[in-house]
């Protein structure tokens, strides 16, 4: 999967000479956190809601409610951003956005193809592509199997899966240690008493069944 499959196509931007008032305005409205901060159609930087609060006066503070907004309307939004943005192309894997938000504890991704920005990738994008690659809204069975990490593991099990007419819709892979995996499978039907029994008399230990009706 690719992440313009599932980026924020054309996604809000702001202008840098922009105010902190106008971005949290744009923000609150379109219920997002984050805006790519854009001038002469070049992505120049970022913006987040934390950053702008950050730098908001505090409810505890004396000043009155007009000499906030006054500020906030005054305090230009190229002097809160970030310059130093990561960004990806929309061809590139999903792995590779979860990766780069993982790795520099940042929550979205500019996506930027010709030297445009396109779209906006963020953490909850990733989180309901896992959701989805996992099918864990799907109706049907998880079967998770203590299993050797070994060649031909998993063409036994998908064997027995075959032989009982099901389908695997979502097949996922955790290594563990000491030579051992857990193959997680999620098949289409629910009737898998007689599938887990024959897996288990192949030798295979079956660790859960979870089913979605």
Request: aromatic share 4%; charged share 25%; proline share 4%.
């Amino acid at each position: 999967m690719h992440v313009r499959n599932r980026m924020t196509t054309n996604p809000y931007t702001i202008a840098p000479d922009a105010t902190i008032a106008e971005a949290l305005d744009i923000m609150r409205q379109n219920k997002i956190r984050r805006l790519p901060v854009v001038k002469s159609g070049k992505l120049v930087g970022i913006v987040t809601e934390r950053e702008m609060l950050e730098v908001s006066p505090s409810k505890a503070t004396t000043l009155s409610i007009f000499e906030m907004n006054y500020l906030l309307a005054k305090t230009k939004v190229s002097t809160v951003m970030t310059r130093d943005v990561k960004t990806i192309s929309p061809d590139a894997l999903l792995e590779e956005a979860a990766v780069l938000l993982r790795d520099n504890d940042i929550g979205a991704l500019p996506v930027v193809e010709n030297g445009k920005v396109v779209g906006i990738i963020t953490e909850t994008d990733i989180f309901d592509a896992f959701i989805d690659l996992m099918g864990a809204r799907d109706v049907g069975s998880r079967i998770a199997i203590d299993a050797p990490d070994a060649p031909g593991v998993l063409a036994d099990i998908t064997k027995v899966i075959k032989e009982y007419g099901a389908n695997i819709t979502h097949l996922t892979v955790y290594r563990g240690q000491a030579g051992r995996s857990t193959v997680i499978l999620r098949v289409n039907t629910l009737n898998v008493k007689d599938m887990v029994k024959t897996l288990e008399d192949a030798g295979y230990s079956i660790v859960s069944v979870i089913k979605n009706e």
